[in-house]
């Protein structure tokens, strides 16, 4: 079964996650742009951070067969900061033109507070402008009314709703988002947001349609074959393969091919790898070891 | 006052870590903001973590002076870095709340749980709300708690908004609602809604709720919500009863006087029983 991880943060993870990954099926993902787990003291921070995800972390996905695409965007726990916003969303128009920049993401709302609004209907007007869709993050406390709050945004400023993927969802907010034509993510997570039996359920229930699965694996308790292990136990409690299917390869791959950066047909098959190639005179290898090279 | 935690410090502090001090005292005037970051940094170094535990003549002072303000807990490093900071209000407002705000913005997660209290201790404290309202945004657990918890400064300070987020972070991180201070005095509706929507959204997902949520639930509850506090009467869990219990204290009306009298009568645990009595005793005040 081909996997599309849309939401995984992979400067957080290992080679060996991303080998076991490759193993389990998955052949691309995107990685949105987010806070660091504590806040950055200035803009350069951000600057190297965006580089990153274009640069190195793509090569190091390639050299395990991944297809690795990313989403820019101030996240909202950091919109809090007035200095550091401006200076950070006016760097956005040089990123969002960039290569492999499939969405405007992570944005959305965390505290729920006036400055998070203005610098998330900003940058829903960036995305209209550079012509991109959007990864919006509902936040982890007072979700409902965030999920709410984030849905009448988008209405208010004119977003197309097809071009909006509303991450993070639970049985309480999923109806509301399918409500609109916005594309509903839920995150499977170890211990909080969703998990593998609740996803089971709530996929008998609403179908496939503009349904989505991630594990949004970062630095903290996740786990980056959460989307696999869903399948598996998908496939298992008796769900079809071409409803699993549309919920990991093809709703992630129309939604995000919404960008026109991603090739629908260039991505179907797993990439091969050369690991004798470097980036910027670095490689995945250390000293003695084999590089895997396919032809 | 700062004679008072000056003489806390020294006879607590060692030979050594009291002689660093003093030599770290006389780098504040005039400020060297490197040196002064590097002080602020080496407290925990030269003068350990050991918590202060006031003696009883020494709490009955800081009573006086600080009736507000627990410092039983602050580590001998924390009470320092405190000193320090007071003792750099000579300078220029502008330049004080700049050379504060970079302490706390330089320094390691430990060096911003000293300044989250030591916060209490400032002149114009109030300035000094965004980064303390920022702190709450932390993952780091012992980070959150310095700011949420034995702190009075969020009742004082903080916006209902950013109270109202930072007691559902604390909910949602298992902290004691007993210990966000002047918690009773910041009750309001929003907080109420918001917390009760967490605990539905916890048994959509089938989960456990945090029990003392009732507690912030209670108090301001709009009427079609209350069902869901009655049903944690009835929950195996005495945690819940007891919290569920206690919380319909706020709640003066017939239905949850009646409520609380029917699950006195098939009650068995003490404590429950104990919190019901009180719940009742304060409906008819």
């Known amino acids: ?295 | 006052m700062i004679d008072f935690l000056t003489e806390t410090l020294r006879s607590r502090a060692s030979t050594r870590g009291w002689t660093w001090f003093r030599r770290a005292c006389r780098t504040t005037a005039p400020v060297d903001l490197n040196r002064l970051l590097g002080n602020y940094a080496g407290a925990s170094f030269w003068l350990g973590k050991k918590a202060l535990a006031l003696d009883s003549r020494e709490t009955r002072r800081w009573k006086s002076l600080r009736p507000d303000l627990p410092v039983d807990h602050w580590g001998l490093d924390e009470l320092a870095r405190a000193i320090l900071l007071l003792k750099i209000a000579y300078l220029p407002p502008g330049e004080y709340v700049e050379t504060v705000l970079e302490c706390y913005q330089q320094g390691d997660s430990r060096e911003q749980q000293s300044w989250l209290r030591g916060l209490n201790l400032l002149p114009g404290r109030g300035r000094f709300l965004d980064a303390a309202i920022d702190a709450c945004r932390t993952n780091i657990v012992p980070l959150l708690e310095a700011i949420a918890c034995e702190n009075p400064y969020p009742a004082a300070h903080f916006p209902e908004l950013n109270f109202n987020q930072m007691v559902l972070k604390s909910l949602f991180n298992a902290i004691s609602m007993e210990r966000i201070l002047g918690l009773e005095s910041r009750f309001n509706p929003e907080l109420s809604r918001m917390a009760d929507d967490y605990a539905s959204e916890r048994e959509a997902a089938g989960r456990d709720v945090p029990p003392d949520i009732w507690w912030v639930v209670a108090p301001r509850i709009s009427r079609e919500r209350i069902g869901r506090i009655y049903s944690y009467l009835q929950r195996g869990n005495s945690r819940h009863r007891y919290w569920a219990s206690r919380s319909l204290g706020y709640v003066r009306d017939e239905r949850s006087r009646l409520e609380l009298e029917r699950r006195r009568d098939i009650e068995t645990d003490d404590r429950v029983l104990a919190a019901i009595d009180a719940s009742l005793a304060k409906m008819v005040q």
């Not at chain 1, 509303?166 to 916005?182: A, F, K, R, S, W």
């Not at chain 1, 136990?233 to 919920?247: A, C, F, V």
């Open chain 1, 1 to 295: 079964m081909k996997i599309f991880d849309p939401h995984i943060h992979m400067t957080s993870r290992t080679t060996d996650d991303y080998a076991s990954m490759a193993q389990n099926g998955i052949l691309a993902i995107v990685e949105p742009s987010f806070w660091l787990g504590q806040p950055r003291t200035n803009v350069g921070s951000f600057i190297d951070y965006f580089n990153s995800l274009l640069g190195w972390e793509r090569f190091r996905a390639s050299q395990f067969g991944i297809r690795h695409f990313c989403t820019i965007g101030l996240n909202p726990k950091e919109a809090n900061n007035p200095k550091l916003s401006e200076e950070v969303i006016s760097l956005l128009p040089r990123y969002l033109q960039k290569d492999g920049v499939v969405a405007v993401g992570e944005i959305g709302y965390d505290d729920q507070t006036d400055a998070e609004e203005r610098i998330f209907a900003r940058q829903l007007e960036l995305a209209m402008e550079m012509d991109l869709p959007v990864l919006v993050h509902t936040p982890h406390r007072d979700k409902k009314r965030g999920t709410i709050r984030s849905l009448d945004l988008i209405r208010s400023v004119g977003f197309p709703e097809e071009r909006a993927l509303i991450d993070h969802n639970t049985e309480e907010t999923l109806p509301l988002v399918l409500d609109t034509g916005c594309w509903a993510g839920h995150t499977i997570y170890p211990h909080t947001k969703m998990d593998e039996v609740r996803m089971v359920k709530l996929v008998k229930e609403y179908g496939s349609e503009r349904i989505l699965i991630n594990s949004a694996a970062d630095w903290g308790i996740s786990d980056p074959l959460k989307v696999p292990k869903t399948t598996d136990l998908m496939l298992e409690s008796g769900i079809t393969l071409q409803t699993i299917r549309t919920i990991v390869w093809d709703n992630p791959a129309h939604f995000f091919s919404q960008s026109r950066r991603l090739d629908l047909a260039g991505i179907d098959t797993r990439p091969s790898i050369d690991q004798t190639e470097f980036y910027g005179g670095s490689t995945v290898l250390r000293g003695g070891q084999t590089p895997v090279v396919e032809s």
